[in-house]
T-cell receptor
Framework: DAGITQSPRHKVTETGTPVTLRCHQTENHRYMYWYRQDPGHGLRLIHYSYGVKDTDKGEVSDGYSVSRSKTEDFLLTLESATSSQTSVYFC?????????????FGPGTRLTVT | QKEVEQNSGPLSVPEGAIASLNCTYSDRGSQSFFWYRQYSGKSPELIMSIYSNGDQEDGRFTAQLNKASQYVSLLIRDSQPSDSATYLCAVSPTTSGTYKYIFGTGTRLKVLA
């Protein structure tokens, strides 16, 4: 998984509780991404980061926030989880500055909101 | 809305045959194109990248790009049961200096032994 870890790998939580997912990389890649994957929708971008403290929204950012205080860590927070946020969440990295536009994925986090 | 379209399948091919997977995209400014393989319950795994018109070969895999037709394809020669997976096409428009990727919903491939 290209030096990318995600934690936790599985989580069950109740509606209305805050949840934070962590992505950690050892590749020193500049860009980091959070996606969710749902049947029939494919991979959809939630937020991405192009450097420490530099983040931007993706197509499904409502209800999610992110933070990146170090190159290696990118956190995704669900401020108040809802059942519609039950999904598989993938972190990914890329480093276009190295002339490689390839994107690599972490192992994923399966989140269930009851 | 920039889109990437794939036939959801399943595409069934016999073992040893050539599997052909197709992808179309809507943004003419797209410059980078990728194929990922995803086994059930696993994360997407990059198998091919292509950046210019023509063919790019890696072992049993060949990616083909036709920017004029906005079409990307993946050929898998000598298909094996272990190739059974969902194949995702991804496109990076790389406009405005951002490096975002748009994914198709994937084509499910079944290789029959």
């Amino acid at each position: 998984d290209a030096g990318i870890t995600q934690s936790p790998r599985h989580k069950v939580t109740e509606t209305g509780t805050p949840v934070t997912l962590r992505c950690h990389q050892t590749e020193n890649h500049r860009y980091m991404y959070w996606y969710r994957q749902d049947p029939g929708h494919g991979l959809r971008l939630i937020h991405y980061s192009y450097g420490v403290k530099d983040t931007d929204k993706g197509e499904v950012s409502d209800g999610y926030s992110v933070s990146r205080s170090k190159t290696e860590d990118f956190l995704l927070t669900l401020e108040s989880a809802t059942s519609s946020q039950t999904s598989v969440y993938f972190c990914a990295i890329s480093d276009p500055g190295q002339a490689s536009y390839e994107q690599y994925f972490g192992p994923g986090t399966r989140l269930t909101v009851t | 809305q920039k889109e990437v379209e794939q036939n959801s399948g399943p595409l069934s091919v016999p073992e040893g045959a050539i599997a052909s997977l197709n992808c179309t995209y809507s943004d003419r400014g797209s410059q980078s194109f990728f194929w990922y393989r995803q086994y059930s319950g696993k994360s997407p795994e990059l198998i091919m990248s292509i950046y210019s018109n023509g063919d790019q070969e890696d072992g049993r895999f060949t990616a083909q790009l036709n920017k004029a037709s906005q079409y990307v394809s993946l050929l898998i020669r000598d298909s094996q049961p272990s190739d059974s997976a969902t194949y995702l096409c991804a496109v990076s428009p790389t406009t405005s200096g951002t490096y975002k990727y748009i994914f198709g919903t994937g084509t499910r491939l079944k290789v029959l032994a």
